[in-house]
């Protein structure tokens, strides 16, 4: 290897390593679906998300007792026993730590029950307990029917009869009484963007009072090495201002782009 290649290696390790800390600083929610197919109606939620700068991850369930998140696979422990090992997974009551808010597009009469009257022995009966536990916002589909997709494959139905279903909406009442929130399947993701920019309006009213990224009104400094887009849309309050960068700080094209949508002035500190 010569001296380019060597400087060109390191200056990548660099700017991945810097990479990495950004999207790990921004905010992730965890989307739980039925199947490996209930995603696919969902792709303009996340690329909604995106543009605000917030990270998704994608649990597929498996049954109703496992579950895999990318290539791990997860699993309820019964009673005394594991049903399988993966020593790398997580259990499911320890998936929302990882995560600001969890997204269920479709509860089913059974889950709701369970989540309703505290029991586990579900993937989302777990995941959801853990995440009201630990204080992570739930965001439920509003208009789910109240019957598992494969349930309504099986019997060719897509409703459940009147008693259930006034059984299903009662459950539904003592979940929203837990602090589970439920919105229309199409606007989960603008429940989602709402509830994660409350968060930044408090740290952005903590950032202003110690003054730290706060230059004087109209101007904020950026402090990192590599600016990125997925940085930009996660600062809903920088439109038509000035972004003072440090000298050597690089910025991506998609960044420019994100910058220019935003009618946002790019300024070197010291340079004007």
Known sequence: MNIREMVEAIAKEILQAQYREEQEKAPRVLYVFCDSQAHEAYGDHFIQLKKYGICHDILFLDGETSS???????????????????????????????????VIPEIDLDNAARIATGLKGTIK????????????????????????????????????????????????????????????QKRLAERVIARLKDRWKVEGKSQQATGSEQVDEGEAVYSGRLLTADWVYAQPQLRETVLQVKKGTIISPLAYDALRERSITVRTLGKG
């Open 125 to 184: 009966a777990e995941i959801v307990f853990s995440a009201l536990v630990t204080g992570k916002f739930v965001v439920v589909g509003a208009d789910s029917p109240g019957l598992k997709r494969a349930d309504r494959r099986t019997l060719q139905t897509l409703a459940l009869p009147p008693a259930y279903e006034q059984l299903f909406r009662q459950h539904v009442g003592r979940l929203q009484e837990l602090g589970v929130e439920f919105a229309e």
């Open 68 to 102: 895999w998140l990318g290539m791990h696979q997860i699993e309820c422990g019964g009673a005394g026993k594991i049903l399988a090992a993966d020593e790398y997974a997580p259990a499911p009551l320890e998936v929302p730590a990882n995560y600001d808010g969890i």
